[in-house]
């Protein structure tokens, strides 16, 4: 029988009912210290039965922080905080891995630990502004990270990595993508480095490489996973050359045997986007691929069934969508996603969008 995305499915060690997936969502919902309330722990419940959750974006350390009310994997309230999420989860079968965040220079002072300046591979402004508790602020020219400094942000994601253990995550997910600081680090447009860090394909890749290692060391390679997103220009973010670099990104991924390689395929905003080859890129990564952006029903079966991804994740359809599984199961109409409420704000837009039970 082909495999359809109603399959189960292992990613690593990770047992899957199904191969639909919740896509990494910020939601700007954390309580006081960025610490994941109940009503978190609800809204990841309602929408248990995915094969796998995948955490909003999480920040490993006070300065991975770039936006309100993102909750924290770097201090023991939020450990205790998550352990709600996971614990509602668990009870409802479900399985839920957490997405471990550095924002890089996507951050602004005032989010900043001593309002110092956000940091960064190199000494570059995005263009665009940050969101901020007092409203959106131009983004300002972060600092460039030294290299004695890389080995405490790979210690960072290691003790990240053993907070969400202890918190009760199936796994972790390093987030590579969206113009955040590994990705920083990855494309050219935002890394002007001269030391090992810079400059060619396998320097840039250094800095995700020795994360992958850290934060495998911790988790163990099946229950770790990396996201990536080639061709996303989100956060003022490009590279001269996207299929080299992350056709080397894969090749480099592979000797870990990760849990899977996660790739948003195309952009989130901006048009004359360059070419790119996803089956190639599909092929140079030798364990599983969850594929992202864009699918509905029918393109992630189509995608499953030719063998290009193990795994479909769902972003947009799953704010607007808890009982997605069973829509799709049921070819049920799906309820429209309200973008006023996607960042911040309360049960409205969050916990409160009806299931086919009503
Ligand atoms: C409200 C919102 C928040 C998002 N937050 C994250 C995030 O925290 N981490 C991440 O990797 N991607 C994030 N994304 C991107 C989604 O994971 C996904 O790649 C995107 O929505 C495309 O998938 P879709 O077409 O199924 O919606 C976010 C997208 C939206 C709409």
Known sequence: MTADLFSPTKLGSIALKNRIAMAPLTRNRAGQGNVPQLINAEYYAQRAS??????EATPISA?????????????????????????????????????????????????????????APSAIKPAGQAFTYEGLQDFVTPRALSIEELPGIVADYARA????????????????ANGYLLDQFLRDGTNHRTDEYGGSMENRTRLLLEVTKAVVEVAGADRVGVRISPLNPFNDISDSNP????????????????????????????????????????????????????????????????????????????????????????????????????????????TDYPTLQG
Do not use: C
């Not at 995915?50 to 955490?55: D, E, R, V, Y």
């Not at 550095?102 to 309002?115: A, K, T, W």
């Open 50 to 55: 995915a094969g796998l959750l995948i955490t």
């Open 63 to 119: 300065t991975a922080h770039g936006y309100p009310a993102t909750p924290g994997i770097h201090d023991s309230e939020q450990v205790e905080g998550w352990k709600q999420v996971t614990a509602a989860v668990h009870a409802k079968g479900g399985k839920i891995v957490l997405q471990l965040w550095h924002v890089g220079r996507i951050s602004h002072p005032s989010l900043q630990p001593g309002h110092a300046l956000p940091v």
């Open 161 to 176: 990595t053993q907070n969400a253990l202890d918190a009760g995550f199936d796994g972790v997910e390093v987030h590579a």
């Open 243 to 350: 299929q080299a670099l992350f056709n080397h990104v894969a090749d480099s991924l592979n000797p870990f045997g990760l849990a899977y390689l996660h790739v948003v395929e195309g952009g989130m905003g901006g048009d004359n986007l360059p070419a790119f080859d996803f089956a190639a890129l599909r092929r140079h990564f030798h364990g599983s691929y969850i594929a992202n952006l864009g699918y509905d029903k029918a393109k992630g079966n189509a995608a499953i069934a030719s063998g290009h991804a193990d795994v479909v994740a769902y972003g947009a359809l799953y704010i607007a969508n808890p009982d997605l599984v069973a829509r799709f199961q049921q070819d049920a109409p799906l309820n429209a996603p309200d973008h006023a409420t996607f960042y911040g704000g309360d049960a409205k837009g969050y």
